[in-house]
Nanobody, 124 residues
Framework: QVQLVESGGGLVQAGDSLRLSCSPSGGTVSSYAMGWFRQAPGKEREFVAAISWSGGATYYTASMKGRFTASRDNAKNTVYLQMNNLKPEDTAVYYC?????????????????WGQGTQVTVSS
């Protein structure tokens, strides 16, 4: 059973940056297309980004493209979400996700595995 473990969340001020990390326990990240999602209080979970097995293709929600960057280091068995110029509306629990079948399911909100989430809070 693959367990995804996120880290890197925290409390920051508007305009700051954070980098989230995700590693699979019991698996290798190179076996999966990976994604990031977030859920703010009182809102539904939303797609943030997805990255293909090799890292050669990335996809973002339009409102986050340019501020957020997904990347992966298969040698370190880790994927990352670099978040720059954070805004209070980025406050949410951020989840890592892994798909055996590619980025297309992730972009539809479907994943084979989910992490427990890491809290990101952006103060104004």
């Amino acid at each position: 059973q693959v367990q995804l473990v996120e880290s890197g969340g925290g409390l920051v001020q508007a305009g700051d940056s954070l980098r989230l990390s995700c590693s699979p326990s019991g698996g290798t990240v190179s076996s999966y297309a990976m994604g990031w999602f977030r859920q703010a209080p009182g809102k539904e979970r939303e797609f943030v980004a997805a990255i293909s097995w090799s890292g050669g293709a990335t996809y973002y929600t339009a409102s986050m493209k340019g501020r957020f960057t997904a990347s992966r280091d298969n040698a370190k068995n880790t994927v990352y979400l670099q978040m720059n110029n954070l805004k209070p509306e980025d406050t949410a629990v951020y989840y890592c996700a892994a798909s055996i079948t590619g980025t297309a399911p992730l972009r539809r909100g479907v994943s084979d595995y989910w992490g427990q989430g890491t809290q990101v809070t952006v103060s104004s």
